[in-house]
């Protein structure tokens, strides 16, 4: 569309000019191409305000959209989270059940044994005994051996009733957990539903905005335009990291860091990306909701959607040192939480209207950007 516009622009001024030195007779017949050509223009010109203007409602709707998809995707996260917590519980509460069993056969053993054991000494008598007057020695030593026998089968059997109470309560809470487990599980479908519909309004909206792209010249301004409006974004940043005094940086961090998550590299640090456009960061294969980790501790200075660049966050590690992650599903951490190295900060996926699942990643030192393989084995 651009290509055309500026072939009709060329055919003008090359009219103009015939028009100029042509005999008067000529004149007329040079002056309705001229108008015609002009008509095109303005044409072609009111063609590409429109597929602008489409392309911006388009890039809102994607906008919205990853949005909601990444909603749902920390819904979902925390959900699984939920059921891993009340599962681990359950086996837990099981195991203890398990113990308790054993324990309460255990006791039941002992007060049969003790029981059998006052039947064969004729603990019947123990009344007679009582209530006679007599006071031999031999009468005082049955009687406190028949005491010493109550008391033990007493005890026996407040701790028998103590382990009942307490099987009772686990396999009620255990009922309790396997109740909820199974809410938590109708929700987990619920949140997968939503997430999927989610996805499937975004697939719609990039296959709509692909057809808006029309040519490798589009393809360059387009990505001329995103890479323009992150570095002022990152010089915003940049500004607000100077203010920073407690963080000590990367500088004596080289070779180092772990990467912020296992996967392929894709696109190098200064590869070619489009036109004379080069890579500021490294493109990096991911799995659709894999951790993201911070490569060091920071404060996180950015957290929301960037045009070309999808759910971002970036993380100020203090003496100028930023890092930058983009193309999340969700990001995990808001602007002003404090992050330790490791941590989970976002999970990975394909926002910005990427294709497939990715990472973008990058250092930026003092709001430029350097290769990060310096901090990485």
Known sequence: MFAKLITLIMQLLLLISVVIAMPSNAYQDEKKQLDSVKSEIKTQRATIKQIDSKKEKLEKQLRTNEL???????????????????????????????????????????????????????????????????????????LTYYQYLNEARVTAIDSFKETIIKLRNLEQE?????????????????????????????????????????SSEEKLAKLLAEEQYLAAEIQRLAELAKRSTQMNGLAKLKKKLKWPLKGRIMKNFGARKQGYLKWKGILMRANLGQTVNAIHGGKVLFSDWLKGYGLVTVVDHGKGYMSLYGHNQALLKSVGDTVESGEAIALAGQSGGQANPSLYFEIRYQGKAVNPRSWFN
Do not use: C, P, W
Not at 113 to 136: C, N, P, V
Not at 193 to 213: D, F, G, P, V, Y
């Open 68 to 142: 909601a998809i990444s909603e749902a995707a920390k819904a979902l996260a925390t959900t699984n989270q939920k059921k891993s917590d009340i599962k681990q519980q359950i086996n837990t509460l099981n195991a203890d059940i398990k113990k308790t069993n054993i324990q309460k056969q255990q006791q039941e053993s002992v007060l049969a044994k003790q029981l059998k054991t006052a039947y064969a000494s004729g603990q019947h008598d123990y009344l007679k005994m009582l209530l006679s007057q007599e006071a031999s020695q031999d009468t005082q030593r049955t």
């Open 174 to 214: 255990a009922q309790q957990q396997q109740a909820l487990l199974a809410e938590v599980l109708t929700q987990q479908k619920f949140e997968q539903e939503a997430l999927k519909s989610k996805q499937k309004e975004r697939k719609q909206t990039i296959a709509q905005l692909n057809k808006k792209i029309l």
